[in-house]
């Protein structure tokens, strides 16, 4: 059965460093999400794609993060400069066209130190 | 009122048993929605998808009911397995999934 791929499951850094998630959506979805769950809370949607471009972001996505598909299989996050809030599991999804139900990848955990 | 709310639980049921869970949600005009399940530090994995007749796949039952705005999931013969978050989920523009809480389930033996 085709899944959503994250890379890496856990990345640690150090508060103002660069992190890049990166994912692989399903491979003929076309929509593509990027979702956070701090701990002990619930999961917060960030960012949809289509198209190669975003489609909605949230207040949470200010200009420290940014999203891109590369070539025609990865997706990635990239957070600019890491705060120690920042550090959560990261999810992303995707959705074939027409459909809702989205399906969501493995996470990455982050920590930030 | 918060978009999604759950009550968090824990529900501790005895295996077998029948469980339900409630969520409501304020935007009067969402059309979707779907159960959600996600194990200890896992992916929300989807359950179902919930319809205004309601939607049923084996012991899962899942209902909307538009004018209280809340949708429902039922559980019967309750399985060690089920133990889980289960979250409600509604959409929201294009496509962004608004997640409840989750409320949390403990099937015991």
């Known amino acids: 059965e085709p899944e959503v791929t994250q890379t890496p499951s856990h990345q640690v850094t150090q508060m103002g460093q660069e992190v890049i998630l990166r994912c692989v959506p399903i491979s003929n979805h076309l929509y593509f999400y990027w979702y956070r769950q701090i701990l002990g809370q619930k999961v917060e949607f960030l960012v949809s794609?289509?198209?190669?471009?975003?489609?909605?972001k949230s207040e949470i996505f200010d200009d420290q993060f940014s999203v891109e598909r590369p070539d025609g299989s990865n997706f990635t996050l990239k957070i600019r400069s890491t705060k120690l809030e920042d550090s959560a599991m990261y999810f992303c999804a995707s959705s074939e066209p027409g459909q809702t139900e989205q399906f969501f990848g493995p996470g990455t955990r982050l920590t930030v130190l | 009122r918060k978009e999604v709310e759950q009550d968090p639980g824990p529900f501790n049921v005895p295996e077998g048993a029948t469980v339900a869970f409630n969520c409501t949600y304020s935007n009067s005009a969402s059309q979707s929605f779907f159960w959600y399940r996600q194990d200890c530090r896992k992916e929300p994995k989807l359950l179902m998808s919930?319809?205004?007749s309601g939607n049923e796949d084996g012991r899962f039952t899942a209902q909307l009911n538009r004018a209280s705005q809340y949708i429902s999931l039922l559980i019967r013969d309750s399985k060690l397995s089920d133990s889980a978050t289960y979250l409600c989920v509604r959409i929201s523009g294009t496509y962004k999934y608004i997640f409840g809480t989750g409320t949390r389930l403990k099937v015991l033996a």
């Open positions: 919930v319809y205004s």
């Open positions: 794609f289509y198209n190669n471009e975003i489609s909605e």
